[in-house]
T-cell receptor, first 115, second 116 residues
Framework: AQSVAQPEDQVNVAEGNPLTVKCTYS??????LFWYVQYPNRGLQFLLK??????LVKGSYGFEAEFNKSQTSFHLKKPSALVSDSALYFC?????????????FGTGTKLQVIP | ETGVTQTPRHLVMGMTNKKSLKCEQH?????MYWYKQSAKKPLELMFV???????ENNSVPSRFSPECPNSSHLFLHLHTLQPEDSALYLC???????????????FGPGTRLTVL
């Protein structure tokens, strides 16, 4: 069975500092990895995804994520955090061997950017 | 967030009430989903519809009844709910009628449901 782990419930970072939100995964086949962001009282918004190719994926709002197959990780990063980045971030994995729907979401990491 | 809309945004209901949640997607997608989001838990997939046909039902209690009259609309009918059903219910859609691994799901803002 596939799984996603977000080991940190909350990450605090000062505005202007780099941020990292961690995600590790476990799948039986090739992983397709996603990051979503959820602002208060809003639905999930797609940030970026890794399908194949370059291990560094660039997404919306200046975010990027690095796929590391040996460490089975897909950490979300941003060089300089903004207060407006404060939100809940979800990592998700889709197993290529799955059927119609084998999307697994993590429990989410709350990012707090401190002015 | 005009791609996927959900109404109502907030709903408070008693355990004996019957209510419905509505989702509409304006993206021309062929697949729609219901998720349940509870605090400190991963998103739980409830139902998947592809070309108006239900293709996934993840052991959801019968007090939740989905309906997909066309590819743009999805309903979740609720009856005799329990307090533990209180959560944020999210609707999503994706393009392909057969969900490809690379497809991106687009989410609505959710309905915050409180069962008293």
């Amino acid at each position: 069975a596939q799984s996603v782990a977000q080991p940190e419930d909350q990450v605090n970072v000062a505005e202007g500092n780099p941020l990292t939100v961690k995600c590790t995964y476990s799948v039986s086949g090739n992983p397709y990895l996603f990051w979503y962001v959820q602002y208060p009282n809003r639905g999930l918004q797609f940030l970026l995804k890794y399908i194949t190719g370059d291990n560094l994926v660039k997404g919306s709002y200046g975010f990027e994520a690095e796929f590391n197959k040996s460490q089975t990780s897909f950490h979300l990063k941003k060089p300089s955090a903004l207060v407006s980045d404060s939100a809940l971030y979800f990592c998700a994995v889709r197993d290529m061997g799955g059927g119609y729907q084998k999307v697994t979401f993590g429990t989410g990491t709350k990012l707090q950017v401190i002015p | 967030e005009t791609g996927v809309t959900q109404t109502p945004r907030h709903l408070v209901m008693g355990m004996t009430n019957k209510k419905s949640l509505k989702c509409e997607q304006h993206l021309g997608h062929n697949a729609m989903y219901w998720y349940k989001q509870s605090a400190k838990k991963p998103l739980e997939l409830m139902f998947v519809y592809s070309l108006e046909e239900r293709v996934e039902n993840n052991s959801v209690p019968s007090r939740f009844s989905p309906e997909c009259p066309n590819s743009s609309h999805l309903f979740l009918h609720l009856h005799t709910l329990q307090p533990e059903d209180s959560a944020l219910y999210l609707c999503a859609s994706s393009q392909a009628h057969r969900l490809r691994p690379t497809d991106t799901q687009y989410f609505g803002p959710g309905t915050r449901l409180t069962v008293l």
